[in-house]
């Protein structure tokens, strides 16, 4: 089992930044990808950002240019840093970690609200 956290959440106004942590509760074994996802109310949970175990990274054409997903994997937890920010951009945040012949986990979520 994994658990993940997410932190880093909060209010920020328009064209603001925050920076979002997800930390594992143990390593994420190789072969494995960790992604970060946004539920907005009423809408259905869209991917937002992917990182692989080869560090390979890939972004929604929403986000890309402005959002930048990274690992540390000594401290076993995931970032997703996040600029220029848009009301659009609001929503719960998660992160997921899906590891090869071990499983998929989920973090409880963390709120992202972008409004003046």
């Known amino acids: 089992q994994v658990q993940l956290v997410e932190s880093g959440g909060g209010l920020v106004q328009p064209g603001g930044s925050l920076r979002l942590s997800c930390a594992a509760s143990?390593?994420?074994?190789?072969?494995?990808?960790m992604r970060w996802y946004r539920q907005a109310p009423g809408k259905e949970r869209e991917l937002v950002a992917t990182?692989?175990?080869?560090?390979?990274?890939n972004y929604a054409d929403s986000v890309r240019g402005r959002f930048t997903i990274s690992r540390d994997n000594a401290k076993n937890t995931m970032y997703l840093q996040m600029y220029s920010l848009k009301p659009e951009d609001t929503a719960v945040y998660y992160c997921?970690?899906?590891?090869?012949?071990?499983?998929?986990?989920w973090g409880q979520g963390t709120q992202v609200t972008v409004s003046s």
């Open positions: 997921n970690a899906w590891m090869l012949g071990v499983g998929n986990y």
């Open positions: 143990r390593s994420i074994v190789s072969p494995n990808a």
């Open positions: 990182i692989t175990s080869g560090d390979a990274t």
